[in-house]
């Protein structure tokens, strides 16, 4: 595991104390630079210094807030304490993104960046807990999308909300219910909608493809999956995770393969 990803928020708090004699202003732009340079670990840094400094900056919580999310999508969760290294990055990105939204209730990023924070957090839970969650993950979203109907990234969230609450409902959507109490609705249809959405808004976003894939595969659209996954596979990576995502891809595809001969 590379050692940035063992920096607690704590540790990077510290770091960023040196970096004080720079203005908010300065470290944000430095945090906007390491993220364009497609290093993750350096822009949360110089986010975090600039939070260090201004506690109540609206840009600043919403930008660490995301580049938390970032640093902890890229945890290796099979190591000792991976799981939960990366539940924590999540964690702290929600507490980040609660500042923000109170620091500024009318933006998209801050209400988008809480419910990408906590829909992260959710994944790794089980299904009464992700229920729990799922109604104030949705509301965000939703908010996000409102306040900018152009928010790609939301539509993209919006989409695997109603994917993953779709696996719970269905034939179990009635036992279910009886363990984890009411379930709300989610369908593959809205989930497949939703990611067209969020493509039709950016189309080269490599990330958005793959998922549009695996909503396919989950409709048993194997053809139109291995399209996706093949589309992930031939645009040019434009952020740090990208090259995860292709390898992602590539598994997947060669599963899907398997299906259509």
Known sequence: MKKWLCL????????AVSASAQTA???????????DQRNDAKALESFLAAVQLEPNNYEALWKASSSMVDVG???????KGGLEQQKKYYQDA???????VAANPNDTNGHFQLSAALGMYALGLGNKEKIAMSKEIKAE?????ELDPKNDGAYHALSRW????????GAKRFFGSILYGKIPKGTNEEALMYMKKAIEIKPDDVHHHLELGRTYLVVKNYKEAAAEFQKCL?????SSKDAMY???AKTELAAVQKKLK
Request: hydrophobic fraction near 55%; avoid cysteine; charge should be negative.
């Open 73 to 79: 999508d890229l945890v290796d969760v099979k190591a």
């Open 162 to 169: 109603h994917r993953e609450i779709a696996e719970i409902g």
């Open 94 to 100: 929600a507490v980040l993104a609660r500042k923000a």
């Open 8 to 15: 607690s928020i704590a540790l990077m708090l510290v770091l």
């Open 246 to 248: 292709k390898e992602e």
């Open 234 to 238: 031939d645009l040019p990576e434009a």
């Open 25 to 35: 202003a300065e470290l944000i732009k430095a945090g906007d630079d390491a993220r």
């Open 141 to 145: 979203i939703e908010k996000a999308i």
